[in-house]
């Protein structure tokens, strides 16, 4: 993975949970294969997605985002941590 790529990523590793104006999410997942990437979010540019899940709704479903890491994100608990 490129540091472009990783800067882009910001802090959203496995357990991490980030907020932001569109709610708060866990990471689920990182996927950092570029095919892959490209075949979740079907968009030809994907280089990454983060897999995750909205947790202030009860029923939140895992979905895959490409968005990257903005000064708008704050990270709330980093990954790892359980």
Same mark, same amino acid.
């Given at each position: 993975?490129?540091? %472009?790529?990783?800067?882009?990523?910001?802090?959203?590793?496995?357990?991490?949970?980030?907020?932001?104006?569109?709610?708060?999410?866990? $990471?689920?997942?990182?996927?950092? %294969?570029?095919?892959?990437? #490209? !075949?979740?979010?079907? !968009?030809?540019?994907?280089?990454?997605?983060?897999? $995750?899940? %909205?947790?202030?709704?009860? %029923?939140?479903?895992?979905?895959? #985002?490409?968005?990257?890491?903005?000064?708008?994100? !704050?990270? #709330? !608990?980093?990954?790892?941590?359980?």
């Amino acid at each position: 993975m490129t540091r %472009d790529i990783a800067a882009q990523i910001g802090p959203r590793t496995a357990g991490a949970i980030y907020q932001n104006s569109d709610g708060a999410f866990e $990471v689920l997942a990182l996927v950092t %294969d570029p095919a892959e990437a #490209v !075949r979740l979010l079907k !968009r030809q540019s994907a280089r990454f997605a983060v897999i $995750v899940k %909205d947790v202030l709704r009860a %029923d939140g479903q895992p979905f895959a #985002v490409g968005s990257v890491w903005t000064t708008s994100d !704050r990270l #709330v !608990r980093a990954g790892g941590a359980r």
